[in-house]
C-alpha cells in the first residue's frame, strides 16, 4: 500500500525559505515518478516539479517555480523533498506530493497521479 505524508509547510514572509518532505512508501520505487502539485483557493490544481525514484534523468519544473524550487530525494530515507527559496505571495497554496507508475516518462499531468498524500499549507505573506 502506497502512503504519502507530507510535512513542513507554515507561513513565511516573502523572499523566505520553506523545505518541504513527503515520507513515501513506495514499493518498486525505481518505476515511479514523484511529484510536488499545488492548489490555491479557486485555482485548479497545478504540478510544480517531478523526479524520476530511479535518479535518472533530470528534475522537471514548471516555469513558474524555476531556478527558485528544487525537487530532491533521500532514497535511504524514503523521503521526498522540496526545497522552496525567494518565496513569493503567489507561493500560496496547499501542496502535495504524490506519485505515479512512469516507468521514467516524467510528467505533470495531475490526473494520470493515483497516489496523493493529504497536503500541507504553505502561506506566504507579510
Known amino acids: 500500500q502506497i502512503q504519502l505524508v507530507e510535512s513542513g509547510g507554515g507561513s513565511v514572509q516573502p523572499g523566505g525559505s520553506l523545505r518541504l518532505s513527503c515520507a513515501a512508501s513506495?514499493?518498486?520505487?525505481?518505476?515511479?515518478?514523484m511529484a510536488w502539485f499545488r492548489q490555491a483557493p479557486g485555482k485548479e490544481r497545478e504540478g510544480v516539479a517531478v523526479?524520476?525514484?530511479?535518479?535518472?534523468?533530470?528534475?522537471n519544473y514548471a516555469d513558474s517555480v524555476k531556478d527558485r524550487f528544487t525537487i530532491s530525494q533521500d532514497k535511504a530515507k524514503n523521503t521526498l523533498y522540496l526545497q522552496m527559496n525567494s518565496l513569493k505571495p503567489e507561493d500560496t497554496a496547499m501542496y502535495y506530493c504524490?506519485?505515479?507508475?512512469?516507468?521514467?516518462?516524467?510528467?505533470?499531468?495531475?490526473?494520470?497521479?493515483?497516489?496523493w498524500g493529504q497536503g500541507t499549507q504553505v502561506t506566504v505573506s507579510s
Open positions: 504524490a506519485a505515479e507508475r512512469c516507468f521514467g516518462h516524467l510528467h505533470l499531468r495531475s490526473d494520470m497521479y493515483p497516489y
Open positions: 523526479i524520476s525514484a530511479s535518479g535518472y534523468g533530470e528534475p
Open positions: 513506495v514499493p518498486n520505487s525505481s518505476t515511479y515518478c
